[in-house]
Structures are given as structure tokens and as C-alpha cells.
């Protein structure tokens, strides 16, 4: 079935790092792919969005590329902030389906 | 525009209690989803709706939990009797039809004790 894979947590960076969080993802045909950002007492919310290979999405100095050959959608940004501070969600859904199917979430604290 | 909007937004009460977890979702949206998010088990999808229809019930955890959506603006998760393991924080999600972004409300952090 329809699955995502993403790294284990918690990450800590200190500020100005590199980030990455790595995702993965089975599925049948071309999801789409997303990451959900969720600060602490909030809900989900979308960050980005890719809809078919090499697609890049970006939001916020965030970046994620569609790779179909490695079925990968890694999450990065050049310079993380204390503001970015949150857990990520990498998801999928389906071209013709309705449901997303949410990776476990990766925690990350920025430290000054 | 309004998000989804979820109530109350905290709940405390006593095992064996009735607990309605209130949800409107964004105007136009035509799918609905509700999710508990635990510590132990991550982000659970429990059921969701296409035009007021429940279509996949399949993640409810047991008939103590029901769900409806009496109109395309309102939907309530109801949880009788309550019991310390239903403890969470319940979410809201709305979407169009499709592969499109689900939007998410704040959500309800419910303890039972």
C-alpha cells in the first residue's frame, strides 16, 4: 500500500545550519507530494507542494524536489532560523485518491 | 478567508462521559476529514467525508466513536463513554475534492481523566 518513510527525530541545529530531512515514499502511479509544518498548540499546515517529477516546491527559504528515481521528496532549507522551530510532516495522495497517507513527522529545534 | 474552524478547544471531563468535538470546515471545501495525533501513535486518520458522506470509517478505533456531517458546513466526532485512552489532541481537515492540500484546523486537546 501507500506509505511514507521519513528520518527519525528529534534533529537540533544551531541557527543558520543546513537543513535536511530526509522522505521517502511508496505508491502506486504519480502522487502528489507535500510537507505539512505543525508549530507547537497548532494544526498542520501546508509548507509546499510538488504534483509530477523534478517538480520543485518552495515556500519560505524551504525546498523540496520530486525525485521519481530515488522516490524521494527530501525537505531542506540553506539557513534555518529559531523561528523554524516545529515538526514536519512529508505526505502523498494519490492522482485519483482523496486520502493522504502522513509520514510520522520529524521534530526540529533551532537553537540560538 | 476562515480556516477550519474546530470546538471546543480544550476538553477536560470524566471517564464515562459523552465528548463532542465540533468542526466547521472551509466554505466550498466538499471533503472533511478527523484525525487524533498521540505521542505513541502519530497522526491517525479516523474517517472522512465527501459530500457529507462518509466514505472510509475504516480508522474509527471502536463504535464508542461515531462521526456525522449533517450539512457541507458542520461535522461533530462523538465519543460515548469517553475513556483515559481517548486522550488527545483531535484535528479537522477540509479539502476540494481530489488531490488537493488538506487545510487543518488548531485542533481539540481532549484528556479524559
Known amino acids: 500500500g501507500d506509505s511514507v518513510t521519513q528520518m527519525e527525530g528529534p534533529v537540533t541545529l544551531s541557527e543558520e545550519a543546513f537543513l535536511t530531512i530526509n522522505c521517502t515514499y511508496t505508491?502506486?502511479?504519480?502522487?502528489?507530494l507535500f510537507w505539512y509544518v505543525q508549530y507547537p498548540g497548532e494544526g498542520l499546515q501546508l509548507l509546499l507542494k510538488a504534483t509530477k517529477a523534478d517538480d520543485k516546491g518552495s515556500n519560505k527559504g524551504f525546498e523540496a524536489t520530486y525525485r521519481k528515481e530515488t522516490t524521494s521528496f527530501h525537505l531542506e532549507k540553506g539557513s534555518v532560523q529559531v523561528s523554524d522551530s516545529a515538526v514536519y510532516f512529508c505526505a502523498l495522495i494519490r492522482p485519483t485518491g482523496n486520502q493522504f497517507y502522513f509520514g510520522t513527522g520529524t521534530s526540529l529545534t533551532v537553537i540560538p | 478567508d476562515a480556516g477550519v474552524i474546530q470546538s471546543p478547544r480544550h476538553e477536560v471531563t470524566e471517564m464515562g462521559q459523552e465528548v463532542t468535538l465540533r468542526c466547521k470546515p472551509i466554505?466550498?471545501?466538499?471533503?472533511l476529514f478527523w484525525y487524533r495525533q498521540t505521542m505513541m501513535r502519530g497522526l491517525e486518520l479516523l474517517i472522512y467525508f465527501n459530500n457529507n458522506v462518509p466514505i472510509d470509517d475504516s480508522g474509527m478505533p471502536e463504535d464508542r466513536f461515531s462521526a456525522k456531517m449533517p450539512n457541507a458546513s458542520f461535522s461533530t466526532l462523538k465519543i460515548q463513554p469517553s475513556e483515559p485512552r481517548d486522550s488527545a489532541v483531535y484535528f479537522c481537515?477540509?479539502?476540494?475534492?481530489?488531490?488537493?492540500?488538506?487545510?487543518f484546523g488548531d485542533g481539540t486537546r481532549l484528556s479524559i481523566l
Open positions: 481537515a477540509s479539502s476540494l475534492w481530489g488531490n488537493q492540500p488538506q487545510h
Open positions: 466554505s466550498g471545501h466538499n471533503s
Open positions: 505508491a502506486t502511479g504519480y502522487p502528489s
